[in-house]
Nanobody, 127 residues
Framework: QVQLVESGGGLVQAGDSLRLSCAAS????????MGWFRQAPGKEREFVAS????????DYADSVKGRFTVSRDNAKNTAFLQMNSVKPEDTAVYYC????????????????????WGQGTQVTVSS
């Protein structure tokens, strides 16, 4: 079992930057492909970004491309989501998730592909 703990959420203004972190434990981090999802009030949880085990491959939702960057530090067992130029529509609870069956270069992006989830961190963007 993998334990995931998100941090870094908060209240920011439109145009600001924010970096979310996801600390993982319970498995060797380099064996995990990681993903970020978000759920806004009254909406379904949606894909934001994901990164392969190696960190060489990434994928993004169209709504965040060019603004958000997913990365990982395998030595620190942590994944990151750098959020730049945030917008009010980015307001949501952000979840990180782990896939522990992917090959090194695969980038999962569908919720059913992830095996463990964090509790989420709230991001609120004011206009």
């Amino acid at each position: 079992q993998v334990q995931l703990v998100e941090s870094g959420g908060g209240l920011v203004q439109a145009g600001d930057s924010l970096r979310l972190s996801c600390a993982a434990s319970g498995r060797t981090f380099s064996t995990l492909a990681m993903g970020w999802f978000r759920q806004a009030p009254g909406k379904e949880r949606e894909f934001v970004a994901s990164i392969s085990r190696s960190g060489d491959n990434t994928d993004y939702a169209d709504s965040v491309k060019g603004r958000f960057t997913v990365s990982r530090d395998n030595a620190k067992n942590t994944a990151f989501l750098q959020m730049n130029s945030v917008k009010p529509e980015d307001t949501a609870v952000y979840y990180c998730a782990a896939n522990f069956l992917a090959i090194t270069t695969y980038v999962p992006k569908f919720q059913f592909e992830f095996h463990s989830w964090g509790q989420g961190t709230q991001v609120t963007v004011s206009s």
